[in-house]
């Protein structure tokens, strides 16, 4: 029976083995396929994934801290892969490691409509940033990062071939009128905020600059809506949060896997229930 799991430290709270377990059942998989989590300390990556092969495992998704080290590993890497610097999903076949990156494709996929010819902001310059910066100058969009961190702006930029937002010598917001879509990238609103504003106010976006000209997409999601996608909605505008790329990221990892098409529905009501189940648990 084929084996898949989620790889990450730590994994305890990842949606993914509900989200795919459930995706699996309904193409009639269940019986045949299973899908886990294991925590897994950096240091013991590299092992731990070597032992996969012969555990039965024809695959892994993998997650934070481990989507570099998932690159560096493989045997076989895809050129987008490559390009982002990050891998999330790893087939084992042949006695050969291959690493691809669907989360660049997942967000794409999760946009309601192509975003060629459309200008977007990405906020952050880490691991995500780079993925979503990537997927929307790949599919035609013209590309601004912004960063807390300017230099990181800087490097990014140069290395992917998008614009760095320079910052403001008033330290003024970010004029948001520029862009038609934004994604934050960064790991603000991961935490629910402690003061009203201030994560929109880390992120540099003024709350009352959002209309119903942008399409918002906010990578962070936690048990409560985020300050950024409450911000974005009370302005009008159309808001994506993380969990419909989970849905995409996953169901393209599922799709290298068993070579069927996943139920994105079915995927999707998976993370709302395990989503509620988390936050009784969490307030319990
Ligand atoms: P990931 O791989 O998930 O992208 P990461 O590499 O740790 O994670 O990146 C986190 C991102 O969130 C960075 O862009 C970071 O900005 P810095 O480069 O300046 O550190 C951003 N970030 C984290 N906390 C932040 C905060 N309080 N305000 C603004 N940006 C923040």
Redesign the pocket.
């Known amino acids: 029976m084929p084996r898949l799991a989620v790889l990450g430290h730590p994994v305890a709270h990842s949606l993914s083995p509900a989200m795919q377990t459930a995706a699996l059942k309904e193409m009639g998989l269940a019986g045949e396929w299973s899908y886990e989590a294991i925590d897994v300390q950096p240091d013991e990556f590299k092992r731990v994934v070597h032992g996969l092969p012969a555990g039965g495992f024809e695959g892994a998704n993998v997650t ?1 801290p481990h989507k570099h080290a998932a690159l560096e590993i493989a045997d076989d890497a895809s050129d987008r892969a490559r390009a982002i610097g990050a891998a999330n999903t790893l087939s084992f076949g042949g006695g050969r490691i291959a690493a691809e990156n669907t989360d660049a494709p997942g967000l794409i996929a999760a946009l309601p409509d192509p975003p060629a010819g459309h200008r977007a902001l990405v906020l ?6 780079r993925a979503a910066a990537w997927a929307l100058a790949d599919a035609g969009a013209a590309v601004w990062v912004w ?3 300017h230099s ?1 702006t800087e490097r990014l930029a140069e290395e992917l071939g998008v614009r760095p937002v320079e910052p403001e010598a008033t330290h003024r917001p970010i004029q948001l009128n520029r862009f038609e879509l934004v994604v934050n ?4 609103g991961l935490e629910p905020s402690n003061r009203e504003g201030a994560d929109l106010k ?2 540099h976006l003024d709350a009352d600059s959002f209309t119903d000209q942008h399409l918002v997409v906010d990578l962070a999601y936690g048990s409560s809506e985020t300050e950024l996608v409450r911000a974005a909605r009370e302005g009008g505008a159309q808001v994506i949060d993380g969990r419909e790329i989970l849905v995409h990221q996953g169901a393209q990892s599922l799709h290298i896997w068993t070579k069927r098409e996943p139920p994105l529905e079915t995927m999707r009501e998976a993370i709302q229930a395990a989503g509620s189940r988390r936050m009784a648990t969490d307030e319990s």
């Open positions: 934070i952050g310059a880490g691991g995500a940033a960063n807390r961190t990181k990238a960064t790991s603000v880390a992120l």
